[in-house]
């Protein structure tokens, strides 16, 4: 069965500050997929970034960078000069086969991120 | 670019009352997720549809139904509403096993 943690159930910041969101997931499988979603308070799921499990290359998009280590099975997302639209809540999800589950997505309970001024 | 539409995006029941909620996925994509998503709470997977069969089934009540029809567009169907049915729910439609999940807006029903 797929699990995945995010330790982390608040995180307050000040403007500008880096903040790192972590990610622990289990999976048996060897070829799986991990994501990082965003939902605004507005609702929506804001997909941000996916990563497969061969691939473990570091990669840094703008203020965002994502940092995915095996051997740890981790996959932290950081926040670099955090900013108030930064505000939401963060899902990282585990896809994979275990089962026959026909690659579902499987959630971590999210961390609210507040960036306060 | 076309994205995954749900309908109605806002919906009010009363209790033992019916709602149907649909979901258009993107064109060509092959299977659709349903997810259910409680006041702070993450996702929960309730059912996934591949080529028009239901593939896998998650925490979804008895009182719930879905099919996926001959033009990929999925229904979900909630009968018998309770006060705890009250949620965002999201459909998703992915390309194929490899690919992103691409979500909806999401359909938010609340039941009084």
């Known amino acids: 069965a797929q699990k995945v943690t995010q330790a982390q159930t608040e995180i307050s910041v000040v403007e500008k500050e880096d903040v790192t969101l972590d990610c622990v997931y289990e999976t048996r499988d060897t070829t799986y997929y991990l994501f990082w979603y965003k939902q605004p308070p507005s609702g929506e799921l804001v997909f941000l970034i996916r990563?497969?499990?061969?691939?473990?290359q570091n990669e840094i998009s703008g203020r965002y960078s994502w940092n995915f280590q095996k051997s740890t099975s981790s996959f932290n997302f950081t926040i670099t000069a955090s900013q108030v639209v930064d505000s939401a809540v963060y899902f990282c999800?585990?896809?994979?086969?275990?089962?026959?589950?026909?690659?579902?997505?499987?959630f971590g309970k999210g961390t609210l991120l507040t960036v306060n001024p | 670019a076309a994205g995954v539409i749900q309908s109605p995006r806002h919906l009010i029941k009363e209790k033992r009352e019916t709602a149907t909620l649909k979901c258009y996925p993107i064109?060509?994509?092959?299977?659709v997720y349903w997810y259910q998503q409680g006041p702070g709470q993450d996702p929960q997977f309730l059912i996934s549809f591949y080529e028009k069969m239901q593939s896998d089934k998650g925490s979804i009540p008895d009182r719930f139904s879905a099919q996926q029809f001959s033009d990929y567009h999925s229904e979900l169907n909630m009968s018998s509403l309770e006060l705890g049915d009250s949620a965002l729910y999201f459909c998703a439609s992915s390309p194929g096993v490899a690919g992103e999940l691409f979500f909806g807006e999401g359909s938010r029903l609340t039941v009084l």
């Open positions: 990563r497969n499990s061969f691939d473990e």
């Open positions: 999800a585990l896809r994979a086969s275990s089962g026959g589950s026909n690659y579902k997505l499987t």
């Open positions: 064109p060509r994509h092959d299977t």
